[in-house]
Structures are given as structure tokens and as C-alpha cells.
């Protein structure tokens, strides 16, 4: 499967200030095949040490970080040799070896020569309550679920990929229905890479929801084995809750929806652990749309997503029928899933989406991203229908501005405000590659 982090991978390899590389993202999203395959592709040879299924690594960064020792120690435990420049070290599960990312320091600065990448299920935790990170000694990269662009390629069809980068929207349009049910299959199936491969090879729905189920169990044993139990609890209250709080009308975070007479101070922990994780999107609420769009973040107001669309119609029991048949499937579900897909886009497309709501009035924007300096808001429609009052409004009040629409309608343009079909997202937001 092409994965589009491959890219860069690629200049990270090249470059001349390279440093060890820490690729960060959840269980499942193909942070160890990404490392293997890009190790077989481009290296003589490949050093992959598991830190959490060989005992041998819980303890060799103990005793101290001399790098001689630990490199005799790889070579000794993987039977492979190392060779500086020609062999990429794989160390998988790092934060399960006590100082193993510390140690990265050291080959940062003793031995540069050496090429090494280090990933984990929880590494994001692990860093975010990491007393001696490394600052400025790693490079880092995240990986997230396959977009839509990823799966259509995984699904053979990369001549319409090549349609959709060129941006024809006449030589599009009469593919819009081949495409809008690639779109339905997405949302069901999602973008974890082994759900994808089984979906394509097997066409299983049965089994396919069984191993999606099987993914956010290991996610909730995951909390379970690295939290204490009384946050493991709160985590997993926030984490069972948001199917009901992506299906509301208003979907910015209700901690009483968690948990009854549930407050702030009981969840902050409980949600930086899932986003640390790399488990949920945080998108927070902005009190005015102008850059830079952090300078004025509503701390207290925002919405959390789930690291993929597949995974949370799995955790709502959304049934196969009504996102494949149903021509109001989508509808069917408030754009709960709509939105949730257009978020996992943009996070993967390397933006930080926010929203904007009027405290006195209903309106509120969907997303707004910045890009080129410039904040960008976004209106997303579960169907055909484009009409589109607050961002309409919204646009008249800002002349300055041009609006973004993802639909299920075709291409259209509106004075400042241009629909772009929903399976056109990744496509328009090409950062990575």
C-alpha cells in the first residue's frame, strides 16, 4: 500500500541535518510496516529490535548511553550487522525500554552516521510525561490512518487519483457516482491499513466490523495497562461518549454527557491522555476568525473527534446498509460522520482545524483552517442540498474572505464560496507529498 508520509521519509533519509526519527500515531495505523517496507526499499539492510516483545531491551539503555556497547548490543540481540549509512535501525515499542528515547540524544550527537527510526503504540504519551525528552536532539513525524486519496490508490484505482489532482472538474463530474460510493465504502471501512487490506482482499463486512471492534479493544486496554485506574476510567468515559457527542446538533464537548454532573477539572487529564495517544482530535472553538487563528482559541469550548471515521461508525453501530444503500445514509446520521471525515482529512493533510460559533445566534462555522496566512472557513453537507446560511452570512460580514463548502454536490461555485465534492478533500490539501 503506498502510504504518503513515504515521501518524506525519503528527504528525511537525505537529509544532510538528519537526526533519529520518532514516528508517532496510534496503534494500528501502520507505524511498523511503514518503518519495514521503507528499510527494505531503501537500505541495504534492516535492524528491528521490538522493545516490548524482546526482554533483552528493557534493560540495555540501564547502564549508561555509550554508544559502542549499544550498537554491539543490536547487532547481538537482532543477529544482524550495522553498518553506518547503509542500515536503517528500527527500534519499535520505544517506550516500553526505561530511557530508551532519552538514548536518542547520544546517536544524535556521537553518531549521526547512523541512520535510525524509533515508533510506539504510546509513545505520544510516553513523551508527553517525559522528564528528559530529547528537545532538539529527534526529528519527528506522525502518521495517521490512510486518507481517501491512500484508499483509492489501495483499491487499484490510481488513474482516478490522477483525475483528482488535476482539479478538471468537467472530466471529474461523470465519475461523481463511482466516486461517491468509494466515499460510502470509506466511511464504513475507514482507514486503518489492515481493515483497508481485508476489506479489499475479502469484502468481509461481517468480519471486517469484528476487527474493527477488536482494534478499540486494544485501545481500551491500552488504558487500562498505562493509566491508573481511576483515570483509566474518566479516559475510557470520554472515549465511550463521543458517538453521543458527535451526533448532537451542536457537537463542542459536554463533559456531562461523559459522565453526569461531570466538570472540566475531572476530564482535562482524561482528554490530553487520548490526544497524546493520538486517539481524538481536539478542535477548539475560536472567539474571532483572523489570524493566527491560536491567538484567539475559547479554551473552554471545543469538539473532539476520533482518529477514524471506520472506527467510530463501529463504535455507534452504524450498520452497513444504511451508509452503502441508503441514498440518505449520510444524512441519516446529523453529518456526524460527514464531519468526522472531513476533520481525519484535514489533521492528515497537516492542518489544525478550529470551529467559530456566535455566542447570540445559531451560526456557527463547521471548521476553519489557515493556510498561506489566510484563515479559511468551511461548511460541511451531508448531502446535495448546498444552501448554507450561517457561512453565507458569514461571508457577507467578511468580504474578505473566500468560503469552502464539502458536499455530496458537484463542483460549484458561488461568488466567494466554491462546493467542492467530499471526495475531493485530500486532493486539494496536498502538504505532505
Known amino acids: 500500500m503506498r502510504r504518503k ?14 537526526k533519529p526519527l520518532l514516528l508517532l500515531g496510534a496503534r494500528q495505523v501502520g507505524k511498523t510496516w511503514l518503518m519495514k517496507e521503507f528499510g527494505r526499499n531503501e537500505y541495504e539492510n ?9 526482554p533483552l531491551m528493557h534493560a540495555i539503555f540501564a547502564a549508561d548511553y555509550d554508544i559502542n556497547r549499544l550498537l554491539l548490543s543490536f547487532q547481538a540481540i537482532s543477529g544482524e550487522s550495522i553498518n553506518e549509512g547503509s542500515t536503517l535501525i528500527i527500534l519499535d515499542e520505544l517506550q516500553e525500554a526505561p530511557r530508551g528515547v532519552h ?42 490512518p490512510m486518507d481517501f486519496e491512500e484508499f483509492i490508490d489501495a483499491n487499484g484505482e490510481s488513474r482516478l487519483s490522477q483525475l483528482l489532482r488535476g482539479q ?48 478499540v479493544e486494544a ?33 463542542r464537548f459536554i463533559y ?9 477539572a475531572d476530564f482535562e487529564l482524561a482528554i490530553q491522555w487520548l490526544i497524546d495517544a493520538g486517539l481524538v482530535y481536539k478542535v477548539p472553538r475560536v472567539k474571532k476568525v483572523s489570524s493566527p487563528l491560536n491567538f484567539y482559541e475559547d479554551l473552554p469550548a ?72 489566510q484563515p479559511v472557513p468551511i461548511e460541511v453537507k451531508a448531502a446535495t442540498n448546498v444552501r448554507s446560511r450561517s457561512l453565507s452570512q458569514f461571508l ?23 462546493n467542492y465534492p467530499l471526495y475531493t478533500i485530500p486532493y486539494l490539501f496536498d502538504k505532505k507529498d
Open 5 to 18: 508520509l513515504y515521501n518524506q521519509l525519503l528527504k528525511w533519509k537525505d537529509s544532510s541535518t538528519r
Open 46 to 54: 534492516v535492524v528491528y529490535l521490538n522493545c516490548d516483545d524482546e
Open 103 to 144: 538514548s536518542l540524544k547520544y546517536f544524535c550527537e556521537k553518531a549521526p552516521g547512523y541512520h535510525i527510526m524509533a515508533a510506539g503504540s504510546l509513545l505520544g504519551v510516553t513523551i508527553g510525561g517525559q522528564e528528559s525528552f530529547p528537545v532538539g536532539k529527534v526529528d519527528m513525524m506522525q502518521l495517521y
Open 168 to 215: 478538471d472538474w468537467k472530466l471529474i463530474e461523470p465519475f461523481n457516482n463511482k466516486l461517491t460510493d468509494f466515499l460510502r465504502q470509506y466511511l464504513y471501512v475507514g482507514g486503518m491499513p489492515e481493515i483497508v487490506k481485508s476489506f479489499i482482499d475479502n469484502k468481509n463486512l461481517t468480519e471486517l466490523r469484528h476487527q474493527q471492534t477488536n482494534i
Open 219 to 251: 485501545y481500551r486496554r491500552d488504558i487500562s495497562k498505562h493509566a491508573s485506574k481511576q483515570e483509566s476510567i474518566r479516559i475510557g468515559q470520554v472515549l465511550s461518549s463521543l458517538p453521543s457527542q458527535l451526533a448532537k446538533e451542536n457537537k
Open 256 to 264: 456531562g454527557v461523559a459522565r453526569p454532573g461531570g466538570r472540566a
Open 302 to 373: 471545543f469538539k473532539l473527534f476520533f482518529l477514524d471515521v471506520g472506527l467510530l461508525g463501529c463504535m455507534s453501530g452504524i450498520d452497513a446498509a444504511s451508509l452503502l444503500l441508503k441514498p440518505e445514509g449520510l444524512n441519516e446520521f446529523k453529518g456526524m460522520l460527514s464531519e468526522e471525515y472531513v476533520c481525519q482529512q484535514l489533521v492528515s493533510s497537516g492542518f489544525r482545524p478550529c470551529y467559530w460559533s456566535n455566542d447570540n445566534s445559531p451560526a456557527e462555522l463547521d471548521f476553519i483552517i489557515e493556510t498561506d496566512g
Open 396 to 418: 457577507k460580514n467578511n468580504p474578505d474572505m473566500q468560503g469552502m463548502r464539502f458536499s455530496l454536490a458537484g463542483y460549484i461555485e458561488q461568488d466567494r464560496l466554491t
